[in-house]
């Protein structure tokens, strides 16, 4: 089929959107048309070309929520109808990763989908019979996706689809760092660091855990009201003196758990220094910079602070991700704040200007029904 999407044909230039090919789902494959999609760093960072692993040409977008068309071979977990959420970290149920409990990282098809291709080694998108690489397994900058039955999450229909899009990334992945990664303990007081979507969601995720304190630091006024509207108790300007006080703030000893949600390795190591003695927890979810190194005095370690990363929130994303958007119909989180901008799919790179003119948390692009 001709399906309208958003290309990156060169790297550093915009993003084309024009007319490409979709071919049909191969046995365990699902035809999905998208209803909405967010616009993430992580698209803006292959378009730049600063990722050294990306590709071209190739569809981006990752953040997509839709309805399943049609279903290849062998696919029984979805069917025509069905609302999902994309998932660039797929659950398979199978690997040694999806059996056990600690981690999300599914081994299945990870080599394929880092090269731009279905698990088969294939692409179903081309253009004058030339291949299209999928993007992160997801390439939801389209009217349509072909994408693995085991990287989608099937969701309650009565979820709107273009709220619905944000728990694709990073919603979930701040919601996850707090309750599956850090495992936050009722009454602990918690610091955020960087209240973008992911850190906005780990204010979020230390609110549904039951911390007593939840510290939220970053530059921007307008991100820190954004950050009490997610049940942050306290707002820091982010600076080289917050360590101080954040250490300050807890009676000289630091935070139980605290969060870094910017990317920035100064700040990760900050998330650490006031992560508290004994048993200080600091959960790292930015994506640094190539080569770049996080430094960490080893005196904190030794005197009981923790470190751990965490991709998705290690979300299992086909059992998690539809629970997370039950707790939003629940009224427990309140996703609306944090889409600013409704786009069409033509207008994508004005997604990127918003972005980097920090100009509201998300920009949604909504596809004609
Ligand atoms: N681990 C994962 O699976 C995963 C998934 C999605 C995104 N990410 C990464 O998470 C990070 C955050 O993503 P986002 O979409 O929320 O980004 P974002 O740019 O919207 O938010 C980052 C925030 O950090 C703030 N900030 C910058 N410098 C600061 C400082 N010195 N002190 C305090 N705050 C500071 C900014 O003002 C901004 O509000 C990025 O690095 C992104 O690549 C990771
Ligand atoms: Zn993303
Ligand atoms: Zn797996």
Same mark, same amino acid.
């Given at each position: 089929?001709?399906?309208?999407?958003?290309?990156?044909?060169?790297?550093?230039?915009?993003?084309?959107?024009?007319?490409?090919?979709?071919?049909?789902?191969?046995?365990? #494959?699902?035809?999905?048309? +998208?209803?909405?999609?967010?616009?993430?760093?992580?698209?803006?960072?292959?378009?730049?070309?600063?990722?050294?692993?990306?590709?071209?040409?190739?569809?981006?977008?990752?953040?997509?929520?839709?309805?399943? #068309?049609?279903?290849?071979?062998?696919?029984?977990?979805?069917?025509?109808?069905?609302?999902?959420?994309?998932?660039?970290?797929?659950?398979?149920?199978?690997?040694?990763?999806?059996?056990?409990?600690?981690?999300?990282?599914?081994?299945?098809?990870?080599?394929?989908?880092?090269?731009?291709?279905?698990?088969?080694?294939?692409?179903? +998108?081309?253009?004058?019979?030339?291949?299209?690489?999928?993007?992160?397994?997801?390439?939801?900058?389209?009217?349509?996706?072909?994408? %693995?039955? /085991?990287?989608?999450?099937?969701?309650?229909?009565?979820? %709107?689809?273009?709220?619905?899009?944000?728990?694709?990334?990073?919603?979930?992945?701040?919601?996850?760092?707090?309750?599956?990664?850090?495992?936050?303990? %009722?009454?602990?007081?918690?610091v955020v660091f960087g209240?973008?979507?992911?850190?906005?969601?780990?204010?979020?995720?230390?609110?549904?855990?039951?911390?007593?304190?939840?510290i939220?630091v970053d530059l921007?006024?307008?991100?820190?009201?954004?950050?009490?509207?997610?049940?942050?108790?306290?707002?820091l300007?982010g600076g080289p003196d917050v360590v101080q006080q954040i250490v300050?703030?807890?009676?000289?000893?630091g935070a139980?758990?605290t969060f870094e949600a910017t990317?920035n390795v100064a700040v990760m190591r900050q998330a650490v220094e006031s992560a508290?003695?004994?048993?200080g927890?600091a959960?790292v979810?930015g994506?640094?910079?190539?080569?770049?190194?996080l430094d960490i005095v080893?005196?904190f370690? /030794?005197?009981?602070r923790?470190v751990?990363?965490?991709?998705?929130?290690?979300?299992?994303?086909?059992?998690?991700? %539809?629970?997370?958007?039950?707790?939003?119909?629940?009224?427990?989180?309140?996703?609306?704040?944090?889409?600013?901008?409704?786009?069409?799919?033509?207008?994508?790179?004005?997604?990127?200007?918003?972005?980097?003119?920090?100009?509201?948390?998300?920009?949604?692009?909504?596809?004609?029904?």
């Amino acid at each position: 089929m001709r399906i309208k999407a958003a290309v990156l044909e060169e790297f550093g230039a915009p993003l084309r959107v024009g007319e490409i090919d979709l071919a049909e789902p191969k046995p365990g #494959e699902v035809l999905v048309r +998208l209803a909405a999609c967010g616009v993430c760093h992580t698209d803006l960072y292959t378009a730049s070309g600063a990722d050294p692993s990306g590709y071209a040409p190739t569809v981006l977008g990752h953040e997509g929520a839709g309805i399943v #068309e049609r279903v290849g071979d062998g696919v029984a977990s979805v069917a025509p109808g069905d609302h999902v959420v994309t998932l660039f970290s797929p659950q398979c149920r199978e690997c040694i990763h999806c059996l056990d409990p600690r981690t999300n990282l599914c081994l299945a098809i990870r080599e394929q989908q880092n090269l731009g291709f279905l698990p088969d080694g294939t692409t179903r +998108l081309s253009r004058d019979g030339e291949p299209v690489r999928h993007f992160m397994g997801t390439s939801t900058f389209a009217e349509y996706t072909v994408m %693995p039955e /085991i990287a989608l999450a099937k969701i309650n229909p009565e979820a %709107p689809l273009d709220h619905a899009c944000v728990f694709a990334c990073g919603l979930s992945t701040g919601l996850g760092a707090a309750i599956n990664t850090a495992k936050v303990a %009722p009454g602990s007081t918690c610091v955020v660091f960087g209240a973008g979507l992911v850190g906005l969601g780990a204010v979020a995720g230390c609110r549904l855990q039951g911390a007593e304190r939840i510290i939220a630091v970053d530059l921007s006024p307008d991100r820190l009201d954004l950050a009490r509207g997610q049940g942050a108790t306290e707002l820091l300007t982010g600076g080289p003196d917050v360590v101080q006080q954040i250490v300050q703030l807890t009676g000289g000893f630091g935070a139980d758990y605290t969060f870094e949600a910017t990317g920035n390795v100064a700040v990760m190591r900050q998330a650490v220094e006031s992560a508290r003695m004994g048993w200080g927890l600091a959960t790292v979810c930015g994506v640094a910079g190539k080569g770049e190194t996080l430094d960490i005095v080893p005196r904190f370690l /030794i005197t009981g602070r923790r470190v751990a990363g965490s991709s998705f929130g290690g979300v299992k994303g086909r059992d998690g991700v %539809p629970l997370l958007v039950e707790r939003w119909l629940g009224g427990e989180i309140d996703v609306a704040p944090l889409i600013s901008h409704r786009l069409t799919l033509v207008e994508v790179n004005r997604g990127f200007e918003l972005m980097e003119a920090q100009d509201g948390i998300r920009s949604v692009i909504v596809f004609d029904s």
